[in-house]
């Protein structure tokens, strides 16, 4: 079925740069793409890069870098201690997040690691604006339990709340009356909120919530995962920060909180790295002498020097306001051609994603089936494109009963990529999905033939319930 493209005038978002190099890609039949997820157990992360046309996976670790980043590449300093690259990172990091201290880590878990063994005891509470899995899993991990306390409007997939990431003051308040400022080692605060769809905090949210918790002397340690999307969001959105530059708001999220925790291969522009930021010389001194443990020395953390200098250079373009403009503009462009061709979408479409909310696309399949799960392999069979389930799968059993956690959301994401795909790759996945929701019918549940007990989305297969395939001719 041909798109439907809109005849209103628009001034659009196109990107600042412009190809230098490409990167061929196979094409697949469907017969392949059968066979394949067939092999994968019905689970996207098990298929083969080569076997996927558009990669929606993830925006993780998948930009594609400047020339600028190129060339820093080449003056990495690829020194045990001491790199010169190191310096310059944890200066940019000074300038543009506004900590004090730099953890260089391998990637975003490996801060997440270390912060948790360092903050939380068993029998401790980590309140937070969602649960991210690896966010949560090392708060388990460390003996901690996580509790949800973001706004009810995250968890309705429709809706036109401009900040659903946003934490509820009154759900905070009631985990402290109720534990106590003792039994809670210091508060997660996303921005944006992935789990959520991507959906961001407001300013106002920020400084209210790091209010509570300071005056009742619980740290803030934020996930600055996505905080520059986060910052295009409140540019946009909120009154008063029209006329602010993008640093000068991810400036002021951070300047509430305690320190972050950071996967560099979401905002930052690069393919691997992260970081931990502190403020506090003690924890800071607590945390390098744990880095060097689990990671690498204080001065690469787990990243080579000239990865290092990548983050350096895509930390300064990320909080451009031309490229951020583009990149959310490519995600809303894609939520525009779904929403119009009345696919139901999380909204207002999130920063890094458009997640499809797969119950409402297929009603006929149940909870104990896996809508999302089913609806992503069903979209790789149709057109090669690679999407992910966030819904029942990714939320794993609870650590203590064993049973299944209910997912509030049940869906698919389709990440992009920054600086990767084009808008015809989007046209492309848009008509895959248009095409299967006319057809939803024959898309089929799936069940569990193999479930890993940690994380279990990223190796756990499946096989179609009643049928030979997820999507019938
Ligand atoms: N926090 C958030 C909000 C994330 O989205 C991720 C990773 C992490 C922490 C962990 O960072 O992967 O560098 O260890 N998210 C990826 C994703 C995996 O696909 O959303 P990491």
């Not at 080449?74 to 310059?88: I, K």
């Not at 968890?155 to 106590?180: R, S, T």
């Not at 295009?232 to 320190?259: H, M, N, Q, W």
């Given at each position: ?57 993830t925006d993780s670790?998948?930009n ?33 997040y ?10 975003g ?19 937070g604006n969602m649960y991210f899995t690896t966010t ?12 949800d306390i973001i706004c009810?409007q995250a968890h309705d997939p429709?809706g036109d709340h401009p900040f659903k990431g946003n934490v509820d ?18 508060m997660c605060l996303h921005t944006t909120v992935n789990m959520a769809g991507g959906q961001p905090v407001s300013m106002q949210n920020i400084?209210?919530t ?10 803030v340690y934020l996930d600055a995962t996505r905080a520059v999307e986060n910052a295009y969001f409140i540019k946009k959105r909120e009154?008063?920060f029209?006329?602010?530059?993008l640093?000068?708001i991810l400036?002021e999220i951070c300047?509430y909180t305690?320190?972050c925790t950071m996967s560099g291969k979401k905002d930052c522009l ?48 990320s909080v451009?306001?031309?490229h951020m403009h583009?990149r959310i503009g490519q995600v809303e462009?894609l939520g ?9 979408i999380v909204t207002p479409v999130g920063g890094h994603g458009v997640f ?32 992910m389930?966030r ?18 959301l049940?869906l698919?994401r389709l990440t992009l990529p920054r ?55």
């Amino acid at each position: 079925m041909p798109m439907k493209y809109r005849a209103r005038s628009r001034r659009s978002w196109a990107e600042p740069f412009k190809i230098k190099m490409v990167e061929p890609l196979e094409m697949t039949t469907r017969e392949q793409r059968e066979s394949a997820i067939d092999e994968a157990g019905y689970n996207t992360f098990l298929l083969k890069s080569d076997e996927v046309y558009i990669d929606l996976l993830t925006d993780s670790g998948t930009n594609a870098m400047s020339d600028r980043q190129w060339a820093g590449m080449m003056s990495g300093d690829e020194a045990y201690a001491g790199s010169r690259n190191f310096y310059r990172l944890e200066q940019t990091v000074r300038d543009y997040y506004g900590f004090k201290h730099l953890i260089p880590t391998h990637q975003g878990r490996g801060a997440e690691h270390i912060l948790s063994q360092l903050l939380i005891t068993p029998g401790t509470v980590v309140p937070g604006n969602m649960y991210f899995t690896t966010t949560r899993a090392h708060q388990e991990l460390a003996g901690g339990t996580f509790i949800d306390i973001i706004c009810d409007q995250a968890h309705d997939p429709a809706g036109d709340h401009p900040f659903k990431g946003n934490v509820d003051q009154e759900k905070l308040k009631k985990v402290i009356e109720e534990y106590g400022a003792d039994r809670i080692p210091y508060m997660c605060l996303h921005t944006t909120v992935n789990m959520a769809g991507g959906q961001p905090v407001s300013m106002q949210n920020i400084r209210e919530t790091t209010e509570m918790c300071h005056a009742r002397g619980i740290p803030v340690y934020l996930d600055a995962t996505r905080a520059v999307e986060n910052a295009y969001f409140i540019k946009k959105r909120e009154p008063g920060f029209e006329d602010k530059s993008l640093a000068e708001i991810l400036k002021e999220i951070c300047s509430y909180t305690d320190g972050c925790t950071m996967s560099g291969k979401k905002d930052c522009l690069v393919n691997i790295g992260g970081f931990l930021a502190l403020n506090d010389d003690d924890l800071a001194e607590r945390a390098k002498n744990l880095v060097v443990l689990y990671e690498g020395l204080h001065t690469y953390g787990g990243m080579a020097g000239r990865d290092m200098e990548a983050m350096a250079q895509g930390i300064e373009e990320s909080v451009s306001y031309d490229h951020m403009h583009a990149r959310i503009g490519q995600v809303e462009y894609l939520g525009e051609l779904l929403s119009d061709n009345g696919i139901p979408i999380v909204t207002p479409v999130g920063g890094h994603g458009v997640f499809v909310d797969a119950r409402a696309f297929l009603p006929h399949v149940p909870a104990n089936q896996f809508p999302a799960q089913s609806l992503a392999a069903a979209l790789y069979v149709d057109s090669g494109v690679r999407g992910m389930e966030r819904g029942a799968v990714s939320a794993g059993r609870d650590p203590t009963t064993g049973e299944n956690r209910i997912a509030k959301l049940e869906l698919v994401r389709l990440t992009l990529p920054r600086r990767v795909y084009t808008q015809a790759h989007m046209d492309v996945t848009a008509e895959s999905i248009v095409e299967l929701h006319h057809k939803r019918e024959k898309i089929h549940g799936l069940k569990f033939t193999y479930e890993p007990k940690l994380l279990r989305f990223f190796q756990a297969r499946f096989e179609p319930v009643d049928s030979q395939r997820v999507l019938d001719d």
